[in-house]
């Protein structure tokens, strides 16, 4: 008998345990102020064939394509949240955009000024670090971040090697002190700013200030910082819209969202990289560049891209699902499938330029 109600009750913890870890941590939302995108002229049927798979991808995978505010192509979940990753960078740099115009922000205000530190105490060399060197990866602040991986890790320069505005390197200290700074200079959070001053005027789908998590959104183990990770969890589709209003120089159905000046400044190079997958070879504030095809990019873990093309008014966006529940997320990262089809989203996004 004892030992039955030992089973049982194992039993019921397991299952309890079960449910819980699959319990989504983001709900897709259903906002007042959502607007249905617009169909256009649909691509061509040999772009449509290069992009369609011919089998079924091994996760799921959602592709949008816009032009002029239209859709012209779309595979998948579009609807579907998912964590965009690195992806929450470029739409910070936006938020910050929108910020500074409010007066709210000053890019050349120093940490030492705006009284940021670390766990493991900054120097006073770096502290002499703006705001804006964080924008451009240019801190010269070389130290343990939360939610970095692989190169973040291994090529992690020698701390104090180089100054502030000098040298370029992609880390998570840089994108995480950023969040801090925003809200700190803002008086509210990344999610309420975000829904108030971006979802909103785009008249996103799937999108309220819940899908942003500041900290760790399962219990995975966090390395100790005062610069917490922030998420973001959205949709392809409401992605796109954030890419079709760059593309068009910050607006969106003839409403000016974030400013133009920004939109330039922003998307301009700073540094020029050598990418070692031949996707990109510049950097701006948060966004990637390609000289070659004059395109903006944004790069999420997990393979999850957005492609902006102001000269043709194209936004192409890819997302994979990498989980939304402690189960799911525990799942892909256990696989790390890195299924994805960027190459024929380059190959239409070529066909549907070519002149």
């Given at each position: 008998?004892?030992?039955?109600?030992?089973?049982?009750?194992?039993?019921?913890?397991?299952?309890?345990?079960?449910?819980?870890?699959?319990?989504?941590?983001?709900?897709?939302?259903?906002?007042?102020?959502?607007?249905?995108?617009?169909?256009?002229?649909?691509?061509?049927?040999?772009?449509?064939?290069?992009?369609?798979?011919?089998?079924?991808?091994?996760?799921?995978?959602?592709?949008?394509?816009?032009?002029?505010?239209?859709?012209?192509?779309?595979?998948?979940p579009?609807?579907?949240?998912?964590?965009?990753?690195?992806?929450?960078?470029?739409?910070?740099?936006?938020?910050?955009?929108?910020?500074?115009?409010?007066?709210?922000?000053?890019?050349n205000?120093?940490?030492?000024?705006?009284?940021?530190?670390?766990?493991?105490?900054?120097?006073?060399?770096?502290?002499?670090?703006?705001?804006?060197?964080?924008?451009?990866?240019?801190?010269?602040?070389?130290?343990?971040?939360?939610?970095?991986?692989?190169?973040?890790?291994?090529?992690?320069?020698?701390?104090?090697?180089?100054?502030?505005?000098?040298?370029?390197?992609?880390?998570?200290?840089?994108?995480?002190?950023?969040?801090?700074?925003f809200?700190?200079e803002?008086?509210?959070?990344i999610?309420?700013?975000?829904?108030?001053?971006?979802a909103?005027?785009?008249?996103?789908?799937?999108?309220?200030?819940?899908?942003?998590?500041?900290?760790?959104?399962?219990?995975?183990?966090?390395?100790?910082?005062?610069?917490?990770?922030?998420?973001?969890?959205?949709?392809?589709?409401?992605?796109?819209r954030?890419?079709?209003?760059?593309?068009?120089?910050?607006?969106?159905?003839?409403?000016?969202?974030?400013?133009?000046?920004?939109?330039?400044?922003?998307?301009?190079?700073?540094?020029?990289?050598?990418?070692?997958?031949?996707?990109?070879?510049?950097?701006?504030?948060?966004?990637?560049?390609?000289?070659?095809?004059?395109?903006?990019?944004?790069?999420?873990y997990?393979?999850?891209?957005?492609?902006?093309?102001?000269?043709?008014?194209?936004?192409?966006?890819?997302?994979?699902?990498?989980?939304?529940?402690?189960?799911?997320?525990?799942?892909?990262?256990?696989?790390?499938?890195?299924?994805?089809?960027?190459?024929?989203?380059i190959?239409?996004?070529?066909?549907?330029?070519?002149?």
């Amino acid at each position: 008998m004892i030992i039955k109600n030992i089973l049982f009750g194992v039993g019921i913890l397991i299952l309890i345990v079960l449910i819980f870890s699959s319990l989504p941590r983001i709900y897709n939302p259903s906002p007042d102020f959502q607007t249905e995108l617009v169909y256009g002229k649909p691509v061509a049927k040999e772009i449509d064939s290069i992009l369609t798979p011919k089998e079924k991808p091994k996760r799921t995978r959602a592709v949008i394509i816009l032009k002029n505010e239209k859709i012209i192509y779309e595979y998948g979940p579009t609807d579907k949240i998912m964590n965009i990753a690195s992806i929450r960078k470029a739409i910070l740099s936006l938020l910050y955009g929108i910020a500074i115009d409010k007066g709210m922000i000053n890019l050349n205000k120093t940490l030492a000024e705006l009284k940021i530190d670390e766990t493991v105490p900054l120097t006073l060399d770096e502290k002499k670090a703006t705001i804006r060197d964080l924008l451009m990866f240019k801190s010269g602040i070389y130290l343990p971040a939360q939610g970095e991986h692989d190169s973040q890790i291994t090529d992690r320069p020698k701390r104090g090697s180089h100054e502030h505005g000098t040298y370029f390197f992609s880390n998570n200290f840089d994108a995480n002190v950023l969040g801090t700074i925003f809200m700190q200079e803002t008086g509210t959070s990344i999610g309420e700013f975000m829904e108030e001053y971006l979802a909103k005027p785009l008249g996103m789908q799937d999108f309220t200030k819940e899908n942003v998590i500041l900290g760790d959104p399962w219990f995975f183990p966090k390395k100790k910082s005062l610069h917490k990770q922030y998420y973001l969890y959205m949709s392809t589709r409401d992605l796109a819209r954030i890419g079709a209003m760059v593309a068009n120089n910050g607006k969106w159905n003839d409403l000016q969202i974030v400013p133009e000046e920004w939109i330039t400044e922003s998307t301009t190079e700073y540094s020029h990289i050598k990418d070692s997958h031949n996707r990109y070879d510049g950097v701006s504030y948060q966004w990637y560049l390609d000289s070659k095809s004059k395109t903006i990019w944004a790069d999420g873990y997990g393979e999850r891209f957005m492609i902006i093309d102001p000269n043709n008014q194209l936004t192409l966006v890819e997302q994979n699902f990498t989980g939304n529940s402690f189960l799911t997320t525990g799942l892909w990262l256990l696989s790390r499938n890195m299924d994805s089809g960027l190459t024929t989203l380059i190959k239409a996004h070529r066909m549907l330029t070519q002149k």
